[in-house]
């Protein structure tokens, strides 16, 4: 990254020193996991940019946005709608959450017991090192599990614009009831924030803008189902960690241009791997950037990823939002709608969710699955118990790895891997 | 307990050698804990009977009330509305969940990172050590925290007479009709598990029962804000663990009994501990029986518990229902009312619950908090953190303790509640 940005995150109020090191570490990182794969496809280049210019030209461009007027909404979760934040011309960014920062400080604040994940975003503000959560106008907390539902009630002290958003545990009419209520007062707080008034017109532009994203990466995801694969799940996985950064249609652009790329590598036969290499689905907590440490100790254990249920992979993208309404209300009631099927594992119960990893295991022929759950996050590691029993009775083999941020445990995954992509080669 | 249960038990499909080995660890625990105190009240004695016969005469009475067409419902947490059970002439009894059983066993089925009140509840249940709930026609399992709301998808394989009530996350309009949806259509269970139409009569006759067990409880609280305590917090919580589990009209006058015989004590100035005694309010996650440890570490360290803000304590029995209205929805809604008020940790944010730790602490004349957190317990350790900044701002000394049902931290919890008791005197 240029040095030009040093005075952009000075003014952000960022730890020069400490973001240094981060982007040290993020930099080696990215340059040993994610550049010294083969086979890429030449799309991807779009994707090392955005990559080396996350914390610089990226920043540079929202507030790029602010000085014309526009707003910055950072978020945590994939129940924040986009439709109505890209309808008020706002922009919504995921926030750091990918690695341990600050840990120290953060347990002052919060239970050593929290998973990494929320540990994560925590340490990022508290550390100073996160010029996303700098540039937001608003921050959208959302009660999906405990740990984060009662780690806002802290982080309220420590980010004067945080807004909490209520979600239901079930998917009675009374929790889709609570939805709607909730969507509706996020539109009048988005409208508040900009100025703006949303109509159906601004609705549906907002939808067309986040259905095309989200196409865009249901064409990628359908063309992992190729056999051999023609990409590598880390680069896949990269592609939906910047689904939640980047410019909307530059994103959606630059991922049907790989997808045009994919096509003819599929028609000629050719792969990212060898044919034979074992394909796992990945299912569970979602990784943020940089969380890359279990699949590339998957990729890195001859095998490929070929899908991600998870919420940065297709439970955060799946489904459209029906666009064919003319009125506020018809849109307001379609995105309620695409959004409360969202199968996350604070929803009881979650059938759903487990139906999808059979169906995905499917239509990407997976091998194998592979269910993440980060150290402490109850709901998925609590789901993954019962999940394992059905996935064996349908003769789908799977194994459940929980960790969290640390290396320490790279030694011992790897081997639990290997194992399991042997036996899969059997 | 006499040898007449040995065939009700085995009737009950208990594991009688398990059984006895849980009984007699019962029978030592409260024999060395509350038998072993000095100065207790006289109708202390019922307590101890009850306490004696606990899997005994009172799963007895509960066969004898099934036998006679009356239905038995289990419940795991406050939120069961006993109202509505006794107006179709049900029992509500609080289900097993103070001990480690059969932990080998739950750890196949949940995280061995889930809180010890779940898992136990597990325990007891794959163990076949209560009869409980081997005795109930309907168990409730509500949606509170992520632990219980995730473990109950799995204790439906267990119990197939599982019922599940939703619960919301927030105080808020929608938060509130999603209670009052829950307790309608648990009122129809109900109706429909015992064959009887719950009307406004009956409605106002079980909030009557339930109204006076609670003005018991609210009499006995009151009664230990006296200098010297005229009983001991080991002594009152077994009183609010027996609340949940003993017939309502008699527990109601036993209960009275005892607040006549303090009402004694005080006027001459007796008291169950020396005056200057230092006085703890206890706070945080509930005590089910037989979880005595952290209370009886506190009164054999030179303190006296003079009130506990938890479910099982003043948490779970404050604020009555409004019995003036007549109709079935009035009378509902004050159901609905007096349940919303509930300050969980489930919720957020809950700031009534901290006024409620500030409050008590001033009633009771506390002279430091201790905070019980149930390792894994995201909810109320998460709660503490800041509870614990708010407190010694006002100038309250408080200690949060974390801990589980082992007996392997026992000396190390003495020492440090023996320093807080130590520092409170001077």
Same mark, same amino acid.
């Given at each position: 990254?240029?040095e030009?940005?040093?005075?952009?995150w000075?003014?952000?109020?960022?730890?020069?020193?400490?973001h240094?090191a981060l982007?040290?570490?993020?930099?080696?990182?990215?340059? *040993?996991?994610?550049?010294?794969?083969?086979?890429?496809?030449?799309?991807?280049?779009?994707f090392d940019f955005?990559?080396s210019?996350v914390?610089?030209?990226r920043?540079?461009?929202l507030l790029?946005?602010?000085? /014309?007027?526009?707003k910055?909404?950072?978020?945590?979760?994939?129940?924040?709608?986009?439709?109505?934040v890209?309808?008020?011309d706002?922009?919504?960014? =995921?926030?750091?959450?990918?690695? *341990? $920062?600050?840990?120290?400080?953060? @347990?002052?604040?919060?239970?050593?017991?929290?998973?990494?994940?929320?540990?994560?975003?925590?340490?990022?503000?508290?550390?100073?090192?996160?010029?996303?959560?700098?540039?937001?106008?608003?921050?959208?907390g959302?009660?999906?599990?405990?740990?984060?539902?009662?780690?806002?009630?802290?982080?309220?002290d420590?980010?004067?614009?945080?807004y909490?958003m209520?979600?239901?545990?079930m998917k009675?009419?009374?929790?889709?009831?609570?939805?709607?209520?909730?969507?509706?007062?996020?539109?009048?707080?988005?409208?508040?924030l900009?100025g703006?008034?949303?109509?159906?017109?601004?609705?549906?532009?907002?939808?067309d803008?986040?259905n095309?994203?989200?196409a865009a990466m249901h064409?990628?995801?359908?063309?992992?189902?190729?056999?051999?694969a023609?990409?590598?799940?880390?680069?896949a996985?990269?592609?939906?960690?910047? $689904?939640?950064?980047?410019d909307?249609?530059r994103?959606? /652009?630059?991922v049907?241009?790989?997808c045009?790329?994919?096509e003819?590598?599929?028609?000629?036969?050719e792969g &990212?791997?060898?044919k034979?290499?074992?394909?796992?689905?990945?299912?569970?907590?979602?990784? /943020?950037?940089?969380?890359?440490?279990?699949p590339?100790?998957?990729e890195?254990?001859?095998?490929?990823?070929?899908?991600e249920?998870?919420c940065?992979?297709e439970?955060?993208?799946?489904?459209?939002?029906?666009?064919? =309404?003319?009125t506020?209300?018809?849109?307001?009631?379609?995105i309620?709608?695409?959004y409360?099927?969202? *199968?996350?594992?604070?929803f009881?119960?979650?059938?759903s969710?487990?139906d999808?990893i059979?169906?995905?295991?499917g239509?990407?022929?997976?091998?194998? &699955?592979?269910?993440? =759950?980060l150290?402490?996050?109850?709901?998925?590691?609590?789901?993954?118990m019962?999940?394992?029993?059905?996935?064996?009775?349908?003769?789908?083999?799977?194994?459940r790895?929980?960790?969290?941020?640390?290396m320490?445990? &790279? =030694?011992?995954?790897?081997?639990?891997?290997? /194992?399991?992509? @042997?036996?899969?080669?059997?």
């Amino acid at each position: 990254m240029s040095e030009d940005y040093r005075q952009m995150w000075s003014d952000l109020g960022l730890d020069l020193a400490a973001h240094d090191a981060l982007l040290g570490v993020l930099g080696k990182g990215y340059q *040993d996991i994610f550049l010294s794969q083969k086979n890429r496809p030449a799309g991807m280049g779009y994707f090392d940019f955005v990559m080396s210019e996350v914390h610089g030209l990226r920043i540079r461009e929202l507030l790029n946005e602010k000085e /014309a007027g526009r707003k910055i909404i950072g978020s945590y979760c994939v129940f924040v709608p986009e439709e109505i934040v890209k309808a008020a011309d706002a922009t919504l960014v =995921g926030l750091c959450a990918g690695a *341990d $920062f600050a840990t120290e400080e953060v @347990e002052k604040l919060l239970p050593r017991n929290t998973c990494a994940l929320i540990k994560s975003a925590f340490g990022f503000k508290l550390g100073k090192v996160c010029p996303y959560i700098e540039a937001t106008d608003m921050v959208v907390g959302e009660n999906t599990c405990d740990g984060k539902k009662k780690s806002y009630e802290i982080l309220d002290d420590l980010l004067p614009n945080l807004y909490i958003m209520d979600l239901p545990q079930m998917k009675s009419q009374e929790g889709k009831a609570l939805l709607k209520a909730e969507y509706i007062k996020f539109k009048k707080a988005v409208e508040q924030l900009t100025g703006i008034t949303i109509d159906a017109v601004r609705l549906k532009k907002g939808i067309d803008l986040v259905n095309k994203k989200r196409a865009a990466m249901h064409r990628l995801a359908k063309l992992r189902s190729a056999v051999p694969a023609p990409i590598s799940g880390l680069d896949a996985l990269l592609a939906n960690q910047v $689904f939640f950064y980047d410019d909307v249609p530059r994103f959606t /652009a630059s991922v049907n241009a790989i997808c045009d790329e994919l096509e003819t590598r599929i028609k000629k036969g050719e792969g &990212v791997f060898p044919k034979e290499t074992p394909r796992i689905l990945m299912s569970g907590c979602p990784m /943020a950037v940089p969380n890359w440490k279990l699949p590339w100790i998957i990729e890195s254990s001859g095998a490929v990823i070929v899908g991600e249920e998870s919420c940065i992979g297709e439970r955060g993208t799946r489904n459209q939002v029906d666009d064919s =309404g003319t009125t506020e209300e018809a849109l307001m009631n379609a995105i309620v709608d695409r959004y409360f099927e969202i *199968d996350c594992a604070v929803f009881t119960p979650n059938q759903s969710r487990l139906d999808h990893i059979v169906e995905m295991a499917g239509i990407y022929k997976a091998d194998g &699955v592979i269910h993440y =759950g980060l150290q402490f996050c109850q709901p998925y590691i609590t789901e993954s118990m019962g999940m394992e029993k059905v996935l064996e009775s349908k003769g789908i083999p799977v194994i459940r790895i929980d960790t969290d941020y640390s290396m320490e445990d &790279v =030694g011992q995954l790897k081997t639990r891997v290997e /194992a399991f992509v @042997e036996m899969l080669k059997r």
